[in-house]
Nanobody, 121 residues
Framework: QVQVVESGGGLAQPGRSLRLSCVAS????????MSWFRQGPGNGRELVAH???????NYADSVKGRFIISRDNAKNTVYLQMNSLKPEDTAVYYC???????????????WGQGTQVTVSS
């Protein structure tokens, strides 16, 4: 069983920054995608950003230019730097760690427990 643990959530004022961290208990240096999802009040879970083991990234339009995802393979850790926070960024943020098999049927992924981010003045 792989453990995925998020940290770094909390309360921030609009316009301020927070950094989330997510540590996986398995090597993420190859055939891996680390993703951040969020679920706001009354909303479904949505992708915020992901980063693959080759460093390629993808962002939701709502966070482009404000959030930065990065990874440290040596620490099995992914980060989400959240800048210029808005009240609509309020959500529980979940980390997903996915490893790709030689075919999709061998893919597997694990979720963290989530960390609350609240943006309010």
């Amino acid at each position: 069983q792989v453990q995925v643990v998020e940290s770094g959530g909390g309360l921030a004022q609009p316009g301020r920054s927070l950094r989330l961290s997510c540590v996986a208990s398995r090597d993420i240096s190859s055939r891996n995608r680390m993703s951040w999802f969020r679920q706001g009040p009354g909303n479904g879970r949505e992708l915020v950003a992901h980063i693959d083991s080759d460093g390629s990234t993808n962002y939701a339009d709502s966070v482009k230019g404000r959030f930065i995802i990065s990874r440290d393979n040596a620490k099995n850790t992914v980060y989400l730097q959240m800048n210029s926070l808005k009240p609509e960024d309020t959500a529980v943020y979940y980390c997903n760690a996915k490893w790709f098999g030689l075919s999709s049927k061998y893919d597997y992924d694990y979720w963290g427990q989530g960390t609350q981010v609240t943006v309010s003045s």
